[in-house]
């Protein structure tokens, strides 16, 4: 993984082949990466019609071995990572004592133990987190900078994988992974992604970034394959109702607000967090979040006011014109009872109220392949 001293912002692997692409860049989560090539709203829709490749070299990736692993897993996570056999992935989160969120990641069970894929503003806080909960018996390896992530989104994504891998990729299904070659380069290949769109990340050794990169778009070519940059990454996860870190889950964020409920164990037993979470449960939400549509023309953003009969109730989380909708959508904080679908608000744009309808995400239908 290509770095840079001090303070500055790191660097992918594949830096120089954006900039060859055109790509506009910038500072991500303390990464320079391309935020569109040719513009992101035609990039949204390429994806949705056809398929993109994005590079997501800038997210994290711990191992986590040892005798006491899943034991620790268990206690550091909310989900029931016991479920899990090797090959298939699952969502979940890490939580703080008191209930907020530290991450949401992944964990994906291995032969020999678990992969952990880390959101790359937090990868370094993750790593730390879980290094001060490891205990005996317990190995914790950051390989984030020896480990390349490409993503492959859209309906045609397998058709072109398939041309460059014999894997069978129709036995992989949504939320599982395995081992094999992409054009003679050892992968990772899981069945996941960001978008809602059927599509794979490929995890892979750094220096062989560009040389995939590169191959992925000669074949892709004639699948009209292109490359796509974060701006319509957001807007597609958007679409999906997907949280962000840092938008709609954060360290004073409790997992019941924003509808994550069913990746927090009832069952397995303790965990850090679960008694802070129990307590929210017991008492009620106070907020939650919802999905909204305008009902008036507009474009929500990030941190505009959500009024209710003249009174601030809440604020955007995220927001922008959906490409595939053609209206405003967003996703907001708002006291319980008007989360609930068909309530109306106003959102406060450029200090003109917006008519906007409570909704429940997503706003497009998923497409991710589901297992049998």
């Keep these: ?39 992101i709203v035609e990039e949204h829709k390429k994806v949705r019609q056809d398929a993109g490749l994005f590079d997501l070299c800038h997210m994290g990736e711990v191992k986590v071995s040892g005798s006491r692993a899943l034991e620790f897993l268990q206690k550091i996570t909310t989900n029931d990572v016991s479920t899990l056999v090797v090959g298939q992935a699952q ?13 949401d990641i992944l964990v994906c069970k291995t ?63 949504y939320y599982q992974f395995t081992s094999g070659c992409v054009a003679d380069v050892d992968c990772l290949i899981s069945r996941t992604g960001y978008t809602g769109e059927d599509g794979f990340e490929l995890f892979f050794d750094h220096a062989h970034a560009e040389k995939l990169w590169d191959a992925l778009l000669c074949v892709g070519s004639k699948y009209g394959i292109e490359p796509i940059g974060l701006g319509a990454r957001d807007t597609l996860r958007l679409e999906m109702g997907y949280s962000l870190y840092g938008n709609e889950l954060d360290s004073k964020t409790n997992p019941l607000e924003v509808g994550l409920g069913w990746i927090v164990s009832k069952t397995k037993g303790d965990f850090v967090g679960k008694d802070s979470i129990e307590q929210v449960r017991k008492e009620g939400i106070s907020r939650r979040l919802t999905g909204f549509k305008l009902l008036e023309r507009g474009v929500p953003r990030t941190g ?53 309808e409570s909704v429940r995400p997503p706003f497009v239908e998923a497409k991710a392949r589901k297992a049998k």
């Design 111 to 173: 032969e020999d133990g678990y992969y952990l894929i880390l959101n790359a503003s937090n990868a370094a806080k993750d790593t730390e987190w879980l290094r001060s909960h490891a205990e005996d018996g317990v190995e914790i390896r950051d390989e984030s900078s020896e480990t390349a992530l490409l993503a492959i989104q859209g309906p045609d994504s397998a058709a072109f994988l398939a041309q460059l891998t014999e894997v069978d990729l129709d036995k992989i299904y």
């Design 1 to 39: 993984m290509t770095e840079t001293h001090g303070d500055e912002p790191k660097k992918t692997p594949l830096y120089d082949a954006h900039i060859r692409a055109g790509a506009r860049m910038i500072d991500f989560g303390g990464w320079i990466m391309p935020v569109y090539y040719r513009g």
């Design 91 to 103: 969502y979940t989160l890490l939580c703080y004592p008191d209930g907020g969120i530290v991450d």
């Design 304 to 356: 505009f006011q959500i009024e209710k009969d003249g009174e601030v109730v809440g604020a955007v989380t995220s927001g922008s014109l959906s490409p595939t909708l053609g209206i405003g959508i967003g996703m907001c904080f708002v006291p319980s009872e008007l989360a609930k679908p068909g309530n109306q608000f106003h959102v406060v744009i450029r200090g003109k109220k917006i008519l906007a």
